[in-house]
């Protein structure tokens, strides 16, 4: 069991850097300076976000009960070009690591540098695709040696600032590579060669710590192979000397553009946590706990949304997500009031029911914890353990710190829901202006000319999302359709993932993919006329893949066929034509995103009214609104492009409207992404956020660039904000009260009665109570209503305790109200409403 220990040990005191050994692990746990620890851990990425949000982040991710923050390192932001670095800004990977260690916190970094996580290119350098004889994620030597190149580079990196914990830093874990089992599988041994290489040279960086491999069956000693998913409790390590490491629970998933929101209910999160801790897990961390933002062009794909705010903890915009935020608060309190039990010794496990376990930690030392689950998904169980009974709901886990009361029971919550909302700012755009591209841009210095159709990232080297492929056909007057007869057909196939079609400098149609079909075909009647006719295809990347076996080698872009039909001649093959290739956009080339007046003539805005063009650019001012709350663009208005703030890239817009199925989801049962959508017949994404970080006080620019058409003056700048909280508790019943006393058994202690929470965000208080019923109440946070027992008095109960205050709590008792229907158990619903403090 020792043996990893101090193989490790042995290790860290023969380098001559690193003199302690502090970190490192058996089969129960992390062993932090001598301590097993079971350690919760969020991610939060620190490019999806700013600098200037990191430490209320971390600040909100430590007071949520995380002991440790982890984070992916991306490569491509990193080094853009070969050997040229980029540590600034968002990109700040020191200063992010220092600002988790000022706040007390561990770090664990995931250095990969495979990294997936909806990345463009799954954080890999698209000029790594072109390094000569390359193959990703293989036993392939400019592979091995670019990634061993940026891996060094970071581990010493973070050793010249002492960020290992070995150095007396806050790094404790790193992570090499990212899910290669998959892929190991599929590989045989050259997979299990290479798996054994980026392990050796991982473990040679001396960095002090441990390293882990997720989804890797075959981690060679002493990396520890860890567990992604939505469960982990079927998981063991592949050596009994290693602890159960759940690298990523997810707290929600990712959206893609045309697809509908996923949820993931809390109660079904820390059931997944629950059960991984009571089978003998010691480290849990969120993917994601904020998920944040892909700006400018980092969101993976195809179709990854710019939002990535992964129904997380913390929202997309780093505000507290309730109830999931303090459901998962109280649950990680239950957990560490159990936490000596849990790593001092192996559980016992006795069977309650069919469907029913406890899992019982007692240590020689006498501490003592118990986890009662009942994995039926449909009924409530009244299990008996220790000689007293206890009440289990459907799909839960009760918490038992003591081993006789209940602390927390997952299905059960008590955290309050607050509602969220845009609202509108005073800050209007004015000046627009706007700026056409050029259609038909055929000339350019900038063109070259190929025979045959090329594929888009070989020409673009992702320096652009665009690429034009454009050709001529010439027309002869005596073509039957030029005579009244039906007009050619042209048939476009594309790998991926845009295309905008025009011809003579007209928009003659679109076509678009999916994540899961990139393929697709534009298919279309052309205006031809007699003559040379211009066919320009405008083919859009939406980023590039982050996931799948050598995806460096995956197509996008035109690559045929592309077929005229209908002509005089029959069918006209194009894919052989001579083609002018464009990579970009005009606008892009003349930088028309920058800030300092770029020369170009932009039309004033009155002519916006007349011409909703295609491929047009707008621009317009604005002034900072007051206030702190975080800021986001409705684009609503608009349908597909990119758009900016003073030359910083917000990320690509698309009001695509989401196909799924919405029709409502229950937290018990398997979860899957598919089970809980959101926002069906909606654009996938109509917010954009806007840090704060990116304005200053007047004379904002904001740029955009639509590729379809729509109307900009409607764009507006919303603040997001907790508008209203409810809470709904209920009266214990009496027969549970009853088992629940007798739980509490000889100590005689009385019951705390239940009580009502309710709290707004830091200077914001309770302005007016919009619904309060204590009886019988229906209905859900938002849409509450009175139902067949109804208390009068529960609107001036609550006004008199809450209005005015940021925080209030009320007992949910006849004393308090006035028995409004006797022998009826009741509950208290509130909505409260919050508003900023000064407006009071
Ligand atoms: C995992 C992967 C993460 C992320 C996640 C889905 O398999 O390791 O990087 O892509 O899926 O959000």
Not at 459 to 468: C, F, G
Not at 486 to 494: D, G, N
Not at 768 to 793: D, M, N, R, V, Y
Request: hydrophobic share 35%; with cysteine.
């Amino acid at each position: 069991m020792r043996k990893w220990i101090l193989v490790l040990c042995m290790v860290f005191f023969l380098s001559s850097e690193l003199t302690q050994c502090s970190v490192s692990y058996d089969r129960k746990a992390i062993v932090i300076n001598g301590q097993r620890r079971v350690l919760f851990s969020g991610s939060i990425h620190y490019p999806r976000s700013t600098p200037e949000m990191w430490e209320d982040l971390i600040s909100k991710a430590k007071e949520g009960g995380l002991d440790v923050i982890e984070t992916y390192v991306f490569w491509n932001v990193h080094e853009p070009s070969p050997g040229n670095y980029n540590f600034e800004g968002r990109y700040d990977l020191v200063r992010f690591v220092k600002t988790i260690q000022k706040a007390g916190l561990y770090a664990h970094l995931r250095i990969g540098p495979y990294i997936c996580g909806e990345w463009n290119f799954g954080g890999f350098p698209v000029w790594l695709k072109f390094v000569p004889g390359i193959s990703f994620r293989a036993d392939n030597e400019p592979f091995k040696m670019a990634m061993k190149g940026f891996t060094e580079k970071i581990v010493n990196l973070m050793k010249s600032h002492n960020l290992f914990e070995s150095q007396g830093g806050p790094i404790i874990l790193s992570q090499i590579e990212n899910e290669y089992g998959p892929q190991a599988k599929v590989l045989g041994a050259s997979g299990h060669q290479y798996v054994t290489w980026a392990a050796k040279m991982a473990v040679e960086m001396d960095t002090g710590v441990p390293w882990v491999m997720c989804k890797e069956e075959d981690a060679p000693d002493p990396v520890i192979n860890t567990c992604n998913g939505f469960y982990c409790d079927k998981f063991s390590p592949n050596k009994p000397y290693k602890p159960a490491i759940w690298t990523e629970a997810w707290s929600g998933w990712f959206s893609e553009f045309g697809g509908p929101i996923h949820q993931r209910p809390v109660q079904d999160l820390a059931f997944a946590v629950a059960k991984f801790i009571q089978k003998g897990g010691s480290f849990v961390n969120y993917y994601m706990y904020h998920g944040g933002t892909n700006f400018g062009r980092s969101a993976g794909g195809p179709f990854i949304t710019t939002s990535y705010d992964y129904d997380a903890p913390l929202d997309e915009y780093g505000l507290i997500r309730q109830p999931k935020y303090g459901h998962l608060k109280e649950l990680h309190r239950a957990v560490k009031l159990c936490e000596k039990a849990l790593v001092s010794t192996d559980p016992t496990v006795t069977s309650l029911g069919g469907l029913q376990e406890a899992y019982i930690y007692s240590s020689e030392t006498g501490d003592c914890a118990a986890f009662l689950s009942n994995y039926d998904t449909q009924s409530v169980a009244r299990v008996m353990f220790n000689n007293m009974h206890y009440n289990l709901p459907p799909w839960s886990i009760s918490i038992l710190p003591d081993c006789r009361n209940v602390v927390f029971n997952t299905a059960k919550v008590g955290a309050q829901t607050s509602q969220m909302e845009m609202l509108p700012t005073n800050s209007e755009m004015y000046s627009w202006e706007t700026y056409n591209e050029d259609l038909s841009p055929f000339d350019d210095s900038s063109s070259f000319t190929a025979f045959g159709l090329l594929e888009q990232v070989n020409v673009t080297r992702d320096a652009s999302d665009y690429l034009w492929y454009k050709t001529s056909v010439d027309v002869g007057s005596s073509e039957s359709f030029l005579l009244g007869g039906e007009l050619p057909t042209l048939i476009v196939q594309s790998t991926g993932h845009a295309l905008h079609v025009f011809i003579n400098g007209q928009l003659s149609g679109s076509a678009f993919g999916t994540r899961q079909n990139r393929r697709f075909t534009f298919k279309g009647k052309v205006n031809f006329r007699a003559g040379t006719n211009k066919i320009a295809l405008l083919s859009v990347a939406v980023g590039l893949p982050n996931v799948g076996g050598h995806f460096e080698t995956w197509s996008t872009g035109i690559l045929g066929p592309v077929a005229l039909h209908g002509l005089d001649q029959g069918k006209l093959d194009l894919s052989w034509a001579r083609w002018t290739y464009q990579v970009g956009l005009k606008g892009e080339t003349m930088n028309l995103v920058s800030t300092d007046g770029s020369s170009v003539d932009w039309m004033q805005g009155s002519l916006i009214a007349q011409k909703q063009q295609p491929l047009t650019w707008h621009k317009a001012r604005f002034n900072a609104p007051n206030g702190d709350e975080p800021l986001a663009l409705d684009m609503s208005s608009m349908g597909k492009g990119q758009v900016w703030i003073n030359g910083e890239s917000l990320g690509r817009y698309w009001t695509a409207y989401a196909t799924g199925n919405c029709n409502g989801c229950h937290y018990a049962g398997p979860f899957k992404p598919p089970k809980c959508q959101l926002g069906c017949g909606q654009p996938t994404q109509r917010w954009y956020h806007v840090p704060r970080s990116f304005l200053k006080p007047t004379e904002n620019l904001l740029v955009l660039f639509e590729e379809l058409g729509g109307d900009p003056t409607r764009i507006s700048l919303a603040r997001r904000s907790v508008s209203s909280v409810c809470a709904d508790v209920g009266e214990i019943h009496p027969n549970i009260r009853n088992w629940e006393i007798e739980s509490y058994g000889s100590r005689s202690q009385e019951l705390p009665k239940p009580k009502l929470h309710l709290h707004c965000s830091p200077g914001q208080s309770i302005s007016s109570i919009k619904f309060a019923s204590f009886g019988t109440p229906l209905g859900t946070c938002g849409s509450f209503q009175q139902g067949p027992c109804h208390a009068s008095t529960s609107y001036s109960v609550l006004e008199k305790k809450c209005i005015g205050r940021q925080r209030c709590s009320v007992a949910i008792s006849n004393t308090n109200f006035g028995d409004p229907c006797p022998n009826v158990v009741k509950r208290l619903s509130v909505e409260a409403v919050c508003t900023p403090s000064q407006w009071h």
